[in-house]
């Protein structure tokens, strides 16, 4: 267990819904990133948020947004889902403040299906 | 832009042979690069990291060596095992984030 938790494991829906992913950092840590990974592709960073604050951006689609609560774990929303879409989605958690490079500590990810 | 280049894309290698992965970054400003595993259906896991103010770190059978003149880094597994099969990626970091590379799928073969 790497102390990030990501819920739920695995998450099949249909082409046009809506759907959340969860993650709840390392204990202590401030720092939450998102990452897509699609099928035998690389990490493609979409988001990241630390202490509540939106602090970098990738190439995020307008479809997809994301925010970090006060207890600091952090959701991702997906809107409007197409096939495309379909992929594992990791968060990731540094305890540094931004500008200061430090490890991620990766969860499990959710897998997503659009179908 | 922010970009990291990685190669090979797939290394096949005998048990006991030595390995060898290779990255470029584009922005000379990093000062950060570490590497992950990732095994089939699983998290990526930090094997070795590295800061702009080293040129080499050593754990055991794996190294990483770091050129900033030429905005390239390694990784280097000596002793390779079947266990070592994974993908692996490198990283830079890029201001606040990590941008990975496209990773290297390594097998080796008893």
């Known amino acids: 267990d790497s102390g990030v938790t990501q819920t739920p494991k695995h998450l099949i829906t249909a082409t046009g819904q809506r759907v959340t992913l969860r993650c709840s950092p390392r204990?202590?840590?401030?720092?939450v990133y998102w990452y897509q990974q699609s099928l035998d592709q690389g990490l493609q960073f979409l988001i990241q948020?630390?202490?509540?604050?939106?602090?970098a951006k990738g190439n995020i689609l307008e479809r997809f947004s994301a925010q970090q609560f006060p207890d600091l774990h952090s959701e991702l929303n997906l809107s409007s889902l197409e096939l495309g879409d379909s992929a594992l989605y990791f968060c990731?958690?540094?305890?540094?403040?931004?500008?200061?490079?430090?490890?991620?500590?990766f969860g499990s990810g959710t897998r997503l299906t659009v179908v | 832009g922010e970009n990291v280049e990685q190669h090979p894309s797939t290394l096949s290698v005998q048990e006991g042979d030595s390995a060898v992965i290779k990255c470029t970054y584009s922005?000379?400003?990093?000062?950060?690069f570490p590497w992950y595993k990732q095994e089939l259906g699983k998290r990526p896991q930090l094997i070795i990291d590295?800061?702009?103010?080293?040129g080499e770190k050593k754990d055991q059978r794996i190294a990483v060596t770091l050129n900033k003149t030429a905005k390239h880094f390694s990784l280097h597994i000596t002793e390779t095992q079947p266990e070592d099969s994974a993908v692996y990626f490198c990283?830079?970091?890029?201001?606040?984030?990590?941008?990975f590379g496209t990773g290297t799928r390594l097998q080796v073969f008893p």
């Open positions: 990731a958690s540094s305890a540094s403040p931004p500008g200061q490079g430090s490890s991620y500590t």
């Open positions: 204990s202590g840590d401030l720092s």
């Open positions: 948020y630390y202490n509540g604050e939106e602090r």
């Open positions: 922005d000379s400003a990093s000062n950060y």
């Open positions: 590295i800061r702009s103010n080293v």
């Open positions: 990283a830079a970091r890029y201001t606040d984030k990590l941008i």
